[in-house]
């Protein structure tokens, strides 16, 4: 089959490729969508349809934007001269880009590679249950996440989802993971004058009622991604880390969306002045050129894997056949040379900024959108039915507003599979490249689509 015989890869992925979070009888009335081409922040269809992405690949990943022949020629050198060999042993780029990155992240010096946001994640758990059962009998064992958060597809990570409609039938979950509250103002929980502590004490209240000395971790999102876009309330992280520190709890932020610059800091935590014990990051730290993820952690950490006379199996007993192979270090060092000389921080604060103007002036405009919220090129819009009850809008007219942005050629995303009901922010995280006249096209595209489905209610 020839790559120009679209007719036939058309038939090809509707016979036999099962697509992510995808309702295949779409495509009973309708082609799949193929993605064939993207430059900078564009990307083209089969049909040669091109679309600007305001969502980096869909899923947030693109951070410098499609087509750098820079990260292709280095990954192709390094293939060449090493393609791979297992992770108890080094290599050249692994070395070099543990170094670079390590830069970025004082506090945590230790990196661990794997191959995706939900396996970094899980390395993450498996360590604090491994600490657990060598430092405290195995009774520091419970994982506190948050309600709307999300840490990825596998069942462990699922025992860890705020987000119910994705963990829906895929239980029973692994034990000894906890919810705690979201800390979404606009959706109050309390009425209080200092939402951000009120929230953070909510999550004390349940490492009071669960017992702090059964309490291991607790792993948040930074700014909840797939949730809802939710940034947090003023006074919450301080509040957070205090809690951590006087239970003695590991701090753990997964930055596998909001690492890599996306927020405006090298990572979302770097926003709020905390010291996590893990970091974990996955989609932009090679911007999908290659598959990479890594997890961070401190030399304390660190130091209690060590093997001791009477326990040898003392050190991390994991293994990742692809963590760390050379392509995605590779492509992550050239990743974060472009951000760097580029001056990609700075832009996406500019352009983070612009974009959240405009999306303030849309909430003036358009009775639909009851908050906008976001932090950096990472931004989101509630949609509402009724400003007053605040009733979110319903999913097939969230879902309207996206299509009519995609006929207008503008590629948005909204939140998907989170609370049932809540699916209704619309989300946009283009890449950190975006120029004023890219986010005014995005904010042109939201404008109409909102009118469009606002006269057809
Ligand atoms: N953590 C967060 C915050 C995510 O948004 C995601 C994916 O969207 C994951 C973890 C899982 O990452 P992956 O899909 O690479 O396993």
Known sequence: MHDNDLSAIIEADRAHVWHHMFQHQLLESRDPRIIVEGKGM????????????????????????YGRERIANAVRDQLIKMNYFAGSAGSIPAAKFAEVLTAKTP???????????????????????QISAQRYGGKKSKILYRDRDYH?????TLSACGQQQRATHY???????????????YRKQWDVENYGERAAEAIEEVILREGPDTVGALCLEPVTAGGGVITPPKGYWEKVQEICRKYDILLHIDEVVCGMGRTGEWFGYQNYGIEPDFVTTAKGV???????????????????????????????????????????????????AIIEEEGLLDNTKAMGKRLMDGLAMLEDKHALIGNTRGLGLFCGAELVADRETREPLAEKLVQAVVAEC???????????????GFNNTLCFSPALISTPDDIDEILTAVDNALTTVAAAM
């Open 171 to 185: 239980g029973p979950f692994v034990p000894d993971f906890v919810e705690v509250p979201h800390c979404l103002e």
């Open 286 to 336: 090679a911007s999908g050129y290659a598959a990479i993820a890594v997890m961070l952690t401190s030399d304390r950490v660190f130091d209690m894997f060590k093997d001791k006379p009477e326990d040898p199996l003392n050190h991390f007993r994991d293994i990742s056949t692809f963590g760390g192979c050379t392509a995605g270090p590779a492509a992550a060092l050239e990743n974060v």
């Open 406 to 420: 995609d006929k207008q050629g503008v590629i948005i995303g909204a939140t998907m599979r989170s609370l049932p």
């Open 152 to 156: 990825g597809t596998t069942i462990a």
């Open 107 to 129: 506090g945590l010096s230790r990196m661990y590679y794997c191959n995706s946001g939900s396996e970094a994640n899980e390395k993450a758990f498996k360590m604090v249950r």
């Open 42 to 65: 564009r990307v083209w269809d089969q049909n040669g349809r091109e679309f600007l992405d305001a969502v980096s690949g869909g899923v947030w990943t693109v951070n410098v934007g």
